[in-house]
T-cell receptor
Framework: AQTVTQSQPEMSVQEAETVTLSCTYDTSESDYYLFWYKQPPSRQMILVIRQEAYKQQNATENRFSVNFQKAAKSFSLKISDSQLGDAAMYFCAYMRPNSGYALNFGKGTSLLVTP | DTGVSQDPRHKITKRGQNVTFRCDPISEHNRLYWYRQTLGQGPEFLTYFQNEAQLEKSRLLSDRFSAERPKGSFSTLEIQRTEQGDSAMYLC?????????????FGPGTRLTVL
């Protein structure tokens, strides 16, 4: 079974600063997808960014980027120019395509953004 | 695009009662997933449909749980003889096989409280 570990239960960042959230995973597969989802308080889960394991280039979506290290099985999320609206739980998730498509989630990191 | 919707948003029930939740996926999505999220944890996969076929069930889905997706449209998740341990947020997600390859879009969830 694949496991996803988020070692930071809570993180804090000042507005306009940069923060990096960590995620490691355990798998013996070579083909898979990785995701970061954001869950604001009392609101639904929103996709932030995704990465295909076969792609060497790190994914970027506006202020959000990832550092994907396949050999190290590491998938960190960098948020640049943090905004108050970035405050949320962030979940890292692993999916193995062509075999159930279920997402395996980490326990999440709570991000606090201070003015 | 109206997104994934779930009904009800909140349900309070007494131990031993049966409850049923509904999920309406994004209209062109042929895959539908159910997850359970307890406090302080990431979502855990329960089951998955492709069109009307239930293709995978987690070991978390005990025989008190049943899910259906008649005609490949909306889905229902029923819990019989509820227990206090069933208290959780039940999340539904949908995805489309083509295009953005299995990105799952989540609904707002149904929060179940079993007294």
């Amino acid at each position: 079974a694949q496991t996803v570990t988020q070692s930071q239960p809570e993180m804090s960042v000042q507005e306009a600063e940069t923060v990096t959230l960590s995620c490691t995973y355990d798998t013996s597969e070579s083909d898979y997808y990785l995701f970061w989802y954001k869950q604001p308080p009392s609101r639904q889960m929103i996709l932030v960014i995704r990465q295909e394991a076969y792609k060497q280039q790190n994914a970027t979506e506006n202020r959000f980027s990832v550092n994907f290290q396949k050999a190290a099985k590491s998938f960190s999320l960098k948020i640049s120019d943090s905004q108050l609206g970035d405050a949320a739980m962030y979940f890292c998730a692993y999916m193995r395509p062509n075999s159930g498509y279920a997402l395996n989630f980490g326990k999440g990191t709570s991000l606090l953004v201070t003015p | 695009d109206t997104g994934v919707s779930q009904d009800p948003r909140h349900k309070i029930t007494k131990r031993g009662q049966n409850v049923t939740f509904r999920c309406d996926p994004i209209s062109e999505h042929n895959r539908l997933y159910w997850y359970r999220q307890t406090l302080g944890q990431g979502p855990e996969f329960l089951t998955y449909f492709q069109n009307e076929a239930q293709l995978e069930k987690s070991r978390l889905l005990s025989d008190r749980f049943s899910a259906e997706r008649p005609k490949g449209s909306f889905s229902t998740l029923e819990i019989q003889r509820t227990e206090q341990g069933d208290s959780a947020m039940y999340l539904c997600a949908s995805s489309q096989k083509a295009g953005l390859a299995d990105t799952q879009y989540f609904g707002p969830g149904t929060r179940l409280t079993v007294l």
